[in-house]
């Protein structure tokens, strides 16, 4: 199956300070990619969609100014958390879709944010 | 707006057993659901993808089946293992804007 990695996988913070997670489709070409956000013991919540070359589309009540998402090209997207408060650590999963591979999502391991 | 429900929270079985897990969404009107499954810590893995006009998908010792109707879905597993111990979860695409609605999973532990 495809593979989608994420970098980094765990990451430690100050709050205030700015967060990039990467998200890489390893083996194929993402015309589509996801970023959905999991609190300990809830179920992910959708935050954005974003496909290469244009803005992401963003969730009701997720703020775009402060989650920044790029998807530069069809094998990178990039999610930017900026000025991070303790209020943001959460786990941070990505997904990638190609119509070609059907209508799965491929999901990278995910990347646990903690904001001191 | 799509709501999914995933009953039981939490499921504790010993090893061998057969064991069913639900997952019920309230607009029928979806493209397909998946089930994943999510080891503690980590990602997800996809299990299943059940389209909107199949009744059901099967793979190895999991079944998956899809009453669109009544807005229900089944994951069976056979023949439970430990290493089948994690968290599953359904996931329902509502149409072709790639958006999933995810349960909050149903946390199974199979003891030796």
């Known amino acids: 199956g495809a593979v989608v990695s994420q970098h980094p996988s765990r990451v430690i913070c100050k709050s205030g300070t700015s967060v990039k997670i990467e998200c890489r489709s390893l083996d194929f070409q993402a015309t589509t990619m996801f970023w959905y956000r999991q609190f300990p013991k809830q179920s992910l919540m959708l935050m954005a969609t974003?496909?290469?070359?244009?803005?992401?589309?963003?969730e009701q009540g997720v703020e775009k100014d402060k989650f920044l998402i790029n998807h530069a090209s069809l094998t990178l997207s990039t999610l930017t958390v900026t000025s991070a408060h303790p209020e943001d650590s959460s786990f941070y999963i990505c997904?990638?879709?190609?119509?070609?591979?059907?209508?799965?999502?491929?999901f990278g391991p995910g990347t646990r944010l903690l904001v001191l | 707006k799509q709501e999914v429900t995933q009953i039981p929270a939490a499921l504790s079985v010993p090893e061998g057993e057969n064991l069913v897990l639900n997952c019920s969404f309230t607009?029928?009107?979806?493209?397909?659901l998946q089930w994943f499954r999510q080891d503690p810590g980590k990602g997800l893995t996809s299990l299943l993808l059940i389209q909107s006009s199949q009744r059901e998908q099967t793979s190895g010792r999991l079944n998956a089946s899809l009453d669109k109707s009544s807005g229900r879905s089944t994951l069976y597993i056979a023949a439970s293992q430990p290493g089948d111990s994690a968290t599953y979860l359904c996931?329902?695409?509502?149409?072709?804007?790639?958006?999933?609605?995810f349960g909050a999973g149903t946390r199974l532990t199979v003891k030796p």
């Open positions: 997904s990638a879709r190609l119509a070609e591979f059907g209508e799965t999502q491929y």
């Open positions: 607009d029928s009107a979806i493209y397909n």
């Open positions: 996931a329902v695409r509502r149409d072709n804007n790639n958006d999933m609605r």
């Open positions: 974003s496909n290469e070359g244009s803005k992401a589309t963003y």
